[in-house]
């Protein structure tokens, strides 16, 4: 039978420390590219996601406009063109106003 001494243990214990090391950092690294491309691909799909909103934003707002525009010029065919403007004005604020009422009563 073979006599294991120290410094063959000591040498197993080296190589076995070595490996694991070696597995660790190639798991590592694999885990980073995977992560780093999952990154990419989040950004990615993140950019395209606020443009659309931002262009549903500015399509909203050129309808709020082209509205109020065509609800003022009905208006000023009924009453005073500063009525006009008036009655616009105070709709917009009271959609204003039920649309902060929501968002408050959303709180938790």
Do not use: C, H
Not at 1 to 18: Q, R, Y
């Amino acid at each position: 039978m073979n006599k294991v001494t120290i410094s063959d243990f000591v040498i197993a214990l080296i190589d076995l420390l070595e490996a694991e090391s070696r597995a660790l950092q190639e798991n590592a690294s694999r885990f980073m590219r995977e992560q780093q491309a999952t990154l990419k691909t989040t950004l990615y799909q993140g950019g395209w996601m606020v443009a659309w909103i931002a262009a549903a934003v500015m399509a909203l707002l050129g309808g709020l406009g082209f509205l109020s525009w065509a609800l003022y010029r009905f208006l000023a065919t009924l009453v005073p063109e500063t009525g006009a403007i008036v009655i616009v004005g105070v709709i917009f604020l009271l959609i204003a106003f039920l649309f902060s009422r929501l968002a408050m009563r959303k709180r938790p």
